[in-house]
């Protein structure tokens, strides 16, 4: 598989500096950077031969700390742990997570209460919605107090998006087979149109923001499945076994534009 490297204006304006190219590009270098040994051999270069001063400097710094990394103290045990699952989630997820399981929860429980002919089931209209929810807390501008720092890493690519959107599945999905056992509705019922609407999300996500393609769809869904099916109390067809073909297209589709399209995610407009 060919790799698709920086280009020699990028590397030496990179190398002078930054001052000459767009943020965006600025930001994709150095995700590229992190990943491609080609490119920092020839960043390397550029920088001994088009600002010595700079490659003086690293070189002084290098030397002052390599003699003091070989007696640094290794990260306790508790602190490693913070930071493995800090790679996977905000603080600020954590209540916005246990919300969206209580919401999860109370849904077989209204079902059996409010529902007892079990026409609409409430773990069906809320299973589309709960983790693309999560995944717009995840990366909510207003909720993350660390967004600016997030959102400007290298690491801020497709990797980081999928382990929070691995994160936000790894709580919604237990919690929603909990409610389809307890209301009896079959896993692929709402299973399916789970993973498609997040898949969905993040292939939107690349190109208008992550957080605004979940809201875009969790109102679409709201206003198109959701109030017709509560006003009517009959079960649409995108929630019947019949729809379950259609959910599994859209989720492969979901999956081949995030795919086709990974690198979008290394820009600053797919964190918003």
């Known amino acids: 598989m060919s790799v698709e490297h920086a280009s020699m204006r990028i590397i030496d304006g990179y190398a002078r500096g930054g001052t000459d190219l767009a943020a965006d590009e600025v930001w994709a270098v150095e995700a590229h950077l992190e990943a491609c040994r080609v490119c920092r051999d020839r960043l ?6 088009e600002v010595p001063a700079v490659a003086s400097l690293v070189d002084t710094v290098w030397s002052g700390l390599e003699p003091q990394l070989a007696v640094t103290a290794t990260m306790p045990r508790g602190r490693r742990w913070s930071a493995v699952l800090s790679r996977w989630m905000t ?27 079990g026409e609409v089931s409430l773990v069906l209209l809320f299973a589309p919605v709960l983790p693309v929810l999560g995944v717009a807390a995840s990366w909510s501008r207003g909720l993350d107090p660390a967004y600016e720092l997030t959102a400007s890493v290298p690491r801020a690519g497709l990797c980081l998006v999928l382990r929070r ?18 209301t009896g509705v079959m896993v692929a019922q709402w299973l399916l149109p789970c993973l498609a609407f997040t898949a969905t999300t993040l292939a939107l ?9 979940a809201v875009v769809l969790a109102a679409v869904w709201a206003a198109v499945v959701v109030a017709p099916t509560l ?20 989720l492969a589709l979901g ?15 797919a964190h918003r």
């Open 44 to 49: 390397s270069a550029a920088v001994g031969a």
């Open 205 to 213: 996500g690349g190109v208008v923001g992550v957080t605004r393609a």
């Open 231 to 250: 006003a009517t109390s009959r079960t649409a067809f995108a929630l019947e076994t019949g729809g379950l073909p259609a959910w599994g297209l859209i």
């Open 91 to 117: 603080p600020t997820m954590a209540p916005w997570l246990a919300m969206v399981v209580v919401v999860t929860l109370l849904a077989p429980l209204l079902d059996l209460v409010y529902n007892g002919s």
């Open 165 to 182: 959107t691995a994160s936000v599945l790894g709580v919604v999905v237990p919690a929603l087979l909990v409610g389809g056992w307890v």
């Open 255 to 269: 999956i081949g534009v995030v795919i086709a399209r990974r690198g979008a995610y290394s820009v600053l407009g």
